[in-house]
């Protein structure tokens, strides 16, 4: 598909010769001599050139008023400007509608070829943002989280009611892979913010001195190693959203300083001496009871009351099995599409044994068990020995269940994996010892915060 041009130009054999340069350039190009010509081609026959090479003065009018009328439809070309005379006041104008630049006539081409290459690289690029946006929009949608269930169907009209109101905050609570990224999406581009940029951070991800600059930002010099001034993610996430999983992991002092950041819209980078207004919305996201963590002091209760303005709970995939007859041909077809491959079929004994096991890890669990099958299909039928679900019901108890006095037993016939091994043997530690980390990390001979890790890792 060729590229498109307009030429905007009265003077009828300069405008000749610039739409016959650019068909030889490879340009299609499309001929207006007044605004109303081209009024008519852009609003009327919706051409949307790459870009509008234009006269500014014409005989109906100035070229700006309809460049502006172009800007309020969101037009993603770009506008250049030839003039035989302009003001300080027009090129002002200009400048602030988003004009890529505007020389005077007589322009020799191969200026004038630099410049509309230029604008049309800019334009481009403009037109694969609005693309990966629109895309955005279409893909998070609320029919996004998929799922026929009563639980999932109440949540779908809370999430359809939520992004219609401006809310400045609002928490998501949900075991470990149940979705709450995927919400927190939907809720950010299916509503009014949606425009605006999503910022996420995992709060788990960070040590808390990393964290404070993460969040506000620092200026040249603020400390070691601070070059230059960095915009903090509060402030990227100006007009839209910023999303903070795993808010329970930040530290408590911290936890202050976002609350003061959150109640009043203005932060300080570090090391700086004035306050910046921001303007955003905070969706946070935890796997643990916040009201718990209150209770027990490591959770700050004024900021817990200002995030929750609204909370959304999403169910585990236990407790709405009936959702796997959903998301089981989602997850096949999208995994045959990434893969090349052509599962069709899920026999009736691999049904049985998905619908047996009870998703520890939720849908990304689920997600992960249907990629590893059709990656590795041999044909259209969706393969039990790749399921590898630990502990089904269907299967005979395994020796690992029986223990000594002083020990563990654990069979070595492949009945278990490396990890359902360590999984279970944290299980019965954190049991012997009553889910006492410190006395569990003592008996299994590593570090508290290792097997803190572990414990997250298997959601013991």
């Known amino acids: 598909m060729l590229d498109t041009l307009l030429v905007i130009e009265d003077e009828s054999l300069l405008g000749n010769e610039l739409a016959r340069h650019y068909r030889g350039q490879g340009w299609e190009v499309n001929r207006a001599?007044?605004?109303?010509?081209?009024?008519?081609?852009?609003?009327?026959?919706?051409?949307?050139?790459?870009?509008?090479?234009?006269?500014?003065?014409l005989p109906d009018g100035n070229a700006l008023d309809l460049l502006e009328q172009a800007r309020a439809k969101a037009s993603c070309s770009e506008w250049c400007f030839l003039t035989g005379y302009g003001t300080v006041a027009d090129s002002v104008r200009a400048l602030r509608l988003g004009a890529y630049d505007f020389v005077e006539k007589p322009c020799e081409l191969d200026r004038l070829d630099m410049l509309v290459e230029g604008a049309a690289r800019s334009a481009r690029a403009q037109r694969r943002l609005r693309d990966e946006t629109d895309h955005r929009h279409r893909k998070y949608t609320p029919d996004a989280f998929v799922g026929s269930s009563t639980a999932v169907k109440q949540l779908r009209s809370m999430i359809m009611q939520l992004s219609k109101v401006p809310f400045s905050s609002l928490v998501i609570t949900g075991e470990t892979g149940t979705g709450k990224g995927l919400t927190a999406r939907i809720l950010h581009y299916s509503g009014s913010r949606s425009n605006g940029p999503l910022i996420e951070l995992n709060c788990a991800a960070l040590p808390r001195e990393l964290m404070e600059s993460e969040l506000f930002g620092y200026e040249a010099g603020a400390f070691t190693g601070a070059k230059k001034r960095h915009r903090g993610l509060l402030e990227q996430a100006h007009k839209g959203t910023l999303f903070l999983d795993e808010i329970a992991e930040?530290?408590?002092?911290?936890?202050?300083?976002?609350?003061?950041?959150?109640?009043?819209?203005?932060?300080?980078?570090?090391?700086?001496?004035?306050?910046?207004?921001?303007?955003?919305?905070?969706?946070?996201?935890?796997?643990?009871?916040?009201?718990?963590?209150?209770?027990?002091?490591?959770?700050?209760?004024?900021?817990?009351?200002?995030?929750?303005?609204?909370?959304?709970?999403?169910?585990?995939?236990?407790?709405?099995?009936?959702?796997?007859?959903?998301?089981?041909?989602?997850?096949?077809?999208?995994?045959?599409?990434?893969?090349?491959?052509?599962v069709t079929d899920t026999p009736d004994s691999v049904w049985r044994l998905l619908e047996a096991y009870d998703w520890p890890g939720n849908v990304r669990e689920l997600h992960n068990t249907i990629e590893r099958c059709v990656l590795l299909a041999n044909g259209e039928a969706l393969p039990q020995q790749w399921l590898q679900l630990p502990n089904l019901p269907s299967n005979p108890a395994p020796a690992a269940r029986l223990q000594a006095s002083e020990g563990?037993?654990?069979?070595?016939?492949?009945?278990?994996?490396?990890?359902?091994?360590?999984?279970?043997?944290?299980?019965?530690?954190?049991?012997?010892?009553?889910?006492?980390?410190?006395?569990?990390?003592?008996?299994l001979g590593t570090t508290r915060e290792t097997l803190r890790y572990r414990v997250q890792k298997y959601n013991l």
Do not use: W
């Open 408 to 443: 563990i037993v654990l069979p070595l016939d492949g009945s278990l994996s490396l990890e359902d091994m360590e999984r279970f043997i944290i299980e019965q530690v954190l049991h012997k010892t009553d889910h006492n980390v410190t006395a569990a990390a003592k008996m």
């Open 250 to 342: 930040m530290d408590l002092d911290l936890q202050g300083k976002l609350l003061k950041a959150v109640e009043e819209l203005r932060i300080r980078r570090l090391g700086a001496e004035h306050e910046i207004d921001v303007d955003v919305q905070i969706i946070a996201a935890t796997n643990h009871d916040l009201l718990q963590r209150v209770e027990n002091g490591q959770f700050r209760r004024d900021l817990y009351h200002r995030l929750s303005l609204f909370t959304l709970h999403l169910p585990p995939l236990r407790e709405r099995k009936e959702d796997l007859h959903d998301l089981i041909p989602l997850f096949i077809d999208e995994c045959n599409a990434k893969a090349g491959k052509k």
């Open 33 to 57: 001599s007044t605004l109303e010509e081209a009024r008519r081609l852009l609003f009327q026959q919706l051409a949307e050139p790459l870009v509008v090479l234009s006269d500014m003065s």
